[in-house]
Structure formats: C-alpha cells, structure tokens
C-alpha cells in the first residue's frame, strides 16, 4: 500500500515567487492536512481539506492557499514568498479508526527554502 | 487557548528507560497521541491513549494518562540507539464530535548515548 507521497521533496525559490506543493494520499484516505515545521515555531497547522472542502484552518496569512481534487490529491500554495516561508511542509492524510481516532500518516514533506 | 507542551531534550542511555513527558490545556480532548519524527522524515504514528483510559502498553512503549493534571507521558523501555528522534505529543477531539482538529507539541528530541 503506497504511503502519503509528497512532491517535490526539495525546492528552493527566491523571494516574491510562488510555489506549488502537492500531496497524494494514501488511498482512501479523504481527509488531507498541511502543517508548516520550522525550527523556531515547531509545527504548525495551514489547513484541512475533506472532499474537497476546506474543513479547518490556521493562522497563517492569505498568501496560503490550498485545495483539494475529486481524487483526494491536494495542493497547497504559497503566493509571494517571504524569506520566513523557508520550511518543511508536511501533509498528512487520514482515516477514521474504528475506535473514533483521527491517525494522521505523514508523508517525507516537501522542503522549501527561500532565498 | 489551546496549548501542548513538553520539554526540548532528553539524554538517555543505551539500555535505560526514556520517558518523555507532556502536558496540554484543552480539557475536551478525547485522544492524545505520541507520533516520532526521524531525521529527513515525516511523523509516524507510535501510539494513542483514549480520554477515559489511564494507561496503555504497547511492547515497550508505555503511555501514561493523567487527566486531572492534563499530563502525559511516554515511557520507552530498554532504549536503543534506533530510538534517537524527535518526539511529539498531540491531542484532538473526535471525529465523531467534529472536533478533530489536531495540536501537536513543540517535541522532545531524545538522543541516546552508546
């Protein structure tokens, strides 16, 4: 069974560009999240998307933006980068338990610096 | 608000027992959850722990649940080097409720000593 697959793994950008990151799930998985990991603030979360619905979302700026296909692929972007925006973007996609738990399964994350 | 915290580092061992502690404020939580983050990876799943259980074993990872002082804890038995990582502890509410939205901890990286 294929794992959370995330492209591309290392991408670097300079400022005032914009980026597109993707996320495949794992297969069945609906329910796809993004989390920004940083050194100094740790993870934190972006968004939620559910059938291609935005469920939930963070506190980061308008500049991040995401979405999600029929086929439960998603995307996220980053309009307008700012040197801060360096980080390793982590989607996790997720499924149900039995037992009512939502388990997130990572994928490697997609590592962007800016320069 | 909702806050998830543990303490930066931890040093251990080979062969002694980690454990790795956490405390969160959102009292609603219903699962907390301890996931491990290797170097150039993302976050794999290790355990979780239902809101009304105290206690769970899994090989030798044990959790430790105290509700009332919203605590948390991960005890790892007979630390090996494969062990070194960063640790995160995380809670939501249920799916079932709608609140399943997730807050993870800063982390704890554990280094384990030869």
């Known amino acids: 069974k294929a794992g959370v697959t995330q492209t591309p793994r290392y991408l670097i950008k300079t400022r005032g560009q914009q980026v597109t990151l993707s996320c495949s799930p794992i297969?069945?998985?609906?329910?796809v999240s993004w989390y920004q990991q940083t050194p100094g603030q740790g993870l934190q979360f972006l968004f939620e998307y559910f059938s291609e619905t935005q469920r939930n979302k963070g506190n980061f700026p308008g500049r991040f933006s995401g979405r999600q296909f029929s086929n439960s692929r998603s995307e996220m972007n980053v309009s307008t980068l700012e040197l801060g925006d360096s980080a390793l973007y982590l989607c996790a996609s997720s499924l149900m338990q039995n037992s009512g738990a939502n388990v997130l399964t990572f994928g490697a994350g997609s590592r962007l610096t800016v320069l | 608000g909702e806050d998830v915290e543990q303490s930066l580092f931890l040093s251990v061992r080979e062969g002694d027992s980690s454990v790795i502690n956490c405390t969160y404020t959102?009292?609603?939580?219903?699962?907390l959850y301890w996931y491990k983050q290797e170097p150039g990876a993302g976050l794999q799943l290790l355990t979780y722990?239902?809101?009304?259980?105290d206690m769970k074993q899994d090989q030798r990872l044990t959790v430790l649940l105290n509700k009332k002082d919203k605590h948390l804890s991960l005890r790892i038995a007979d630390t090996q080097t494969g062990d070194s990582a960063i640790y995160f502890c995380?809670?939501?509410?249920?799916?079932?409720?709608?609140?399943?939205?997730?807050?993870f901890g800063t982390g704890t990286r554990l280094k384990v000593l030869a």
């Open positions: 722990i239902f809101s009304n259980m």
């Open positions: 995380a809670e939501s509410g249920s799916i079932t409720s709608g609140t399943y939205k997730y807050i």
């Open positions: 297969s069945g998985h609906r329910s």
């Open positions: 959102d009292s609603s939580s219903t699962y």
